[in-house]
């Protein structure tokens, strides 16, 4: 019989090794178990004696390290670029302009040794169009030598003309897409496009996303003036019934640079951002806007003011004013239908300081002067929630502030009938506004240096 | 005749072996699928769920204890004849299969859309079924210990993720209750209530337990375990999403995104794929010993060890067949398709066979075996 050469060399070769490949690879197989009737004795997994050998074991091991690193989905750090921003526009010919902000890692390091130096701007301002958010953002592999990566985005920022057409097409990319997180912040820039915002540069920080955050949350923390509406937040009072989306408002302000004598090292910033009141949405497109004393007196009733200044009236010295710094606000909404007509309560119950005095002020004389106060609080805070009142339900229509959500869970029956009028019931809402405020501290003193007069 | 499984688990190791075996689908698609159907009610949903699997937890219990040295596939030949306790035994073996293939593959989709995108699916079946099945081979014993090891410090990293988003909840969107209606509400308790029934599994496990008389108590604080997991998380989600909630392919990952303290504890997503590949790989390899010593009692084999592989490669192919895209996906994971299709499996396996074990009471001894003379 004929049997070729490499046939009779390979059986030669399987003979050869067969007692050895045995004991390669006789490994995880129980040996024969004695001991199964005693139970008390029986140490759990004694079973399993044999153990792999070392000379199969070692290269497996080895094996393991290499694919465990992965192949396909690898990222190097270096071969990233950090998006920090978006700034998101349509243009005229229905495109999506996608402008992104984009950390200068080597650039915020700095150059090593210090001193000064001609420094480099540390972000990248980079812009790509297409059809889809999608495409865009794919766009910018024809120019960036780095993979853009938006797992690190802070905000999303739209040009207005882009809001008053509708954003929800392009949040749609937020929602789906693995990357982007919906904890990133939106904001509207006012009276211009998201790439001319995005042009702007911050005091005091280099970054402008850090810069950004950094005056969000001065905004929110010290003056409730704005809202800070994160992506998620939005994609909810977009798809619940009876709330609308608002965000916040973002201005630039132009700066003619002056040059300032007696510092080495001086960056021109030409333009920078201003927090600057809400913008109010209907469904998914911008309505209008809120000052930003609407905007508190928005806060106001959502509860969402964490500190403030209030001022009024010095009760005792009347032309002169008096700063109060607000802390802890709550406030809730207690919806009622009477004959078959919806009707909002807005109880507000708020505390502050006495921080800051023009006039004379003398408490420990004049028992009634903080219940005065406190009266003039109220009426500061109703104003400014009667004002937004007036401009939402009045001016814009748009249910900012869920009034319509409030009732569908306190009365969920009458909302199904509500819910297909709302836009003509909203305007017509009875709200009406119970203010508690309250004085605990006056500061550091209590009377004031200045005399009576 | 040698026992061909010679291993014991403690009910400890029950317990955390079919908790965190439960925990495999809470963790990837579960809330979205109760939250699809009842939108904010499912939290009621889940706790008629968890109030209506007690039942059959117990009647599964009864008959463990019942036949405490026998597991369900040899007791359900013994007490409904040969071909028809086949029958039953095969459909039991299965059901863990199919589900075991479903594993696999939501752990890969899993996979696919959070972190490796790119990575082919079958790469990601495969690795995790080969490992199942090395530890299926190993034997109960052996699935027991990682279960009960790796307990702690999965539960820890489930609630991790389950307590840090709280900062974004808004609690009011869970109200109105009950405002679309009772019927939506008990469609969508069939889903997490054919999750929880998962758990006569055990059925297979129970004659290897050291203490079998514990195991009523144990399917009790599986039930109970499993459940306030599921129903936190759906809470969780339902507060913290809305009603976007409903919406979402993988809710425990996107709930993990959003974890952000002070701008500096964040992106931390990816210690949810850490419990996916833990979890995903106790349910598979638990579910494949059940298949491959199923088999080897129907079959009167003398191991069931050379099964694991053979079933392995089963499940692979089940797995990549199972659906072709997310849209039939969808269409599968209903109440009316998967809920009653595991329910019925479920409860009707235990039903009959408590029935017959009624009806042959005094035929059969504790061994199951019918006397002789």
């Known amino acids: 019989m004929f049997i070729p050469w ?15 490949a045995r004991t390669l690879f006789e490994f995880g197989l129980p040996t024969a178990k004695k001991t199964l009737g005693g139970k008390a004795g029986r140490r759990p997994g ?22 465990s690193t992965g192949c396909w989905d690898k990222r190097e750090i270096e071969d990233l670029a950090f998006l920090t921003a978006w700034g998101l526009d349509r243009l005229e010919n229905d495109e999506i302009q996608a402008s992104v902000v984009i950390v200068k890692p080597f650039a915020v390091a700095g150059p090593a040794g210090g001193g000064a130096v001609a420094r480099e701007r540390p972000f990248w301002l980079a812009k790509s169009t297409g059809r889809t958010l999608l495409e865009a953002m794919c766009n910018f592999a024809t ?19 882009t809001a008053r057409e509708g954003i929800e097409e392009m949040l749609d990319f937020f929602e789906r897409n693995r990357e982007p997180r919906l904890t990133a912040h939106i904001f509207i820039a006012k009276g211009m496009t998201a790439a001319k915002f995005l042009e702007s540069e911050y005091e005091l920080v280099p970054l402008p996303p850090e810069g950004g955050q950094g005056m969000l949350q001065n905004a929110t923390d010290r003056l409730g003036t704005t809202v800070d509406t994160n992506i998620n937040d939005f994609l909810i009072m977009l798809e619940e019934d009876g709330i609308e989306p608002v965000v916040g408002c973002w201005e630039v302000i132009s700066k003619k640079p002056v040059p300032l004598k007696g510092e080495l090292l001086r960056e021109e910033i030409i333009q920078s951002p201003v927090v600057n009141g809400a913008a109010a949405f209907k469904d998914d497109r911008l309505v209008g806007w809120l000052s930003p004393e609407e905007a508190r007196g928005l806060q106001w009733i959502l509860g969402g003011v964490k500190s403030t200044p209030l001022i009024v009236k010095n009760p005792v010295d009347p032309p002169r004013l008096l700063g109060i710094e607000v802390m802890r606000a709550t406030s809730e909404l207690i919806p009622s239908i009477k004959k078959g007509k919806p009707h909002i309560k807005i109880k507000v119950e708020f505390e502050g300081s006495i921080d800051d005095n023009q006039g004379f002020f003398d408490p420990e004389k004049n028992p009634n002067l903080i219940g005065k106060i406190e009266n003039y609080m109220a009426d500061a805070v109703e104003r400014e929630i009667r004002l937004v009142l007036h401009r939402c339900q009045q001016d814009l229509n748009t249910d900012v502030f869920g009034f319509g959500a409030a009732i569908n869970r306190a009365y969920p029956r009458e909302w199904k009938r509500l819910k297909k009028r709302w836009d003509e019931e909203f305007p017509r809402v009875d709200v009406s506004v119970d203010i508690e405020a309250h004085i605990r501290l006056s500061g550091l003193i209590i009377k004031s240096i200045k005399k009576e007069n | 005749m040698k026992p061909l499984e010679e291993g014991q688990i403690s009910p400890r190791q029950l317990y955390a072996l079919l908790v965190l075996s ?30 209506a699997v007690l039942p059959l937890g117990f009647l599964a219990a009864w008959l463990g204890t019942r036949f405490p040295r026998q597991t369900i596939v040899q007791y359900s030949s013994s007490l409904l004849g040969r071909p028809l306790g086949f029958l039953l035994s095969s459909l039991y073996i299965w059901f863990f299969m199919y589900i075991t293939a479903l594993v696999a593959r939501e752990s890969a989709v899993g996979f696919n859309l959070s972190v490796l995108p790119q990575t082919p699916p079958i790469v990601l079946i495969v690795i995790l079924v080969l490992l199942a099945a090395i530890t299926a081979r190993s034997g109960i014993e052996v699935i027991g210990r990682l279960a009960e090891s790796s307990f702690a410090l999965v539960i820890f990293f489930t609630l991790l993720t389950l307590v840090l988003p709280l900062s974004f909840a808004h609690p009011e969107y869970l109200q109105p209750a009950l405002a679309r209606g009772v019927p939506r509400v008990l469609k969508a308790a069939l889903i997490p209530l054919g999750l929880l029934g998962e758990f006569i599994a055990a059925n297979m496990a129970i004659p290897y337990l050291t203490k079998p008389e514990k195991t009523s108590r144990t399917f009790l604080y599986t039930a109970l375990t499993s459940g306030m997991i599921i129903l936190f998380f759906t809470l969780v989600a339902t507060a913290v999403f809305g009603r976007t909630a409903a ?43 059940i298949g491959s010593l199923g088999i080897a009692q129907l079959f009167n084999l003398k191991s069931y060890r050379a099964l694991a592989y053979p079933l392995g490669i089963i499940t692979v192919v089940l797995s990549i067949l199972a659906y072709e895209n997310f849209a039939e996906a969808a269409s599968f994971y209903v109440p009316q398709t998967w809920g009653v299709y595991s329910i019925t499996i479920e409860l009707g396996i235990i ?9 042959r009471a005094k035929k059969i001894n504790t061994l199951g075996k019918i006397p002789e003379n």
């Open chain 2, 247 to 289: 919406n979402l392919t993988i809710p425990p990952f996107k709930l993990a995104r959003m974890i952000s303290i002070g701008n500096f504890f964040e992106r931390i997503e990816v210690i949810v794929l850490a419990v996916w590949t833990i979890v995903a790989l106790i349910k598979a390899s638990f579910y494949l010993w």
């Open chain 1, 6 to 20: 490499f046939k009779l060399k390979l059986t030669a070769l399987l003979k050869k090794i067969e007692p050895k």
């Open chain 1, 143 to 161: 120019f960036s030598p780095r993979f853009i990566f938006c797992a690190h985005s802070r905000f999303v920022i739209f040009g207005e003309e």
């Open chain 2, 22 to 51: 439960h925990l495999e689908t809470t963790t990837s698609v579960l809330p979205s699928l109760t939250t699809a159907f009842a939108g904010r009610d499912s939290w009621l949903a889940i706790i008629l769920a968890i109030i």
């Open chain 1, 46 to 67: 004694t079973h399993l004696k044999s153990r792999p050998s070392k000379i199969i074991l070692v290269p497996l091991l080895v094996l393991l390290l290499i694919f």
């Open chain 2, 351 to 359: 039903l009959l066979l408590v029935i017959a074990t009624l009806l």
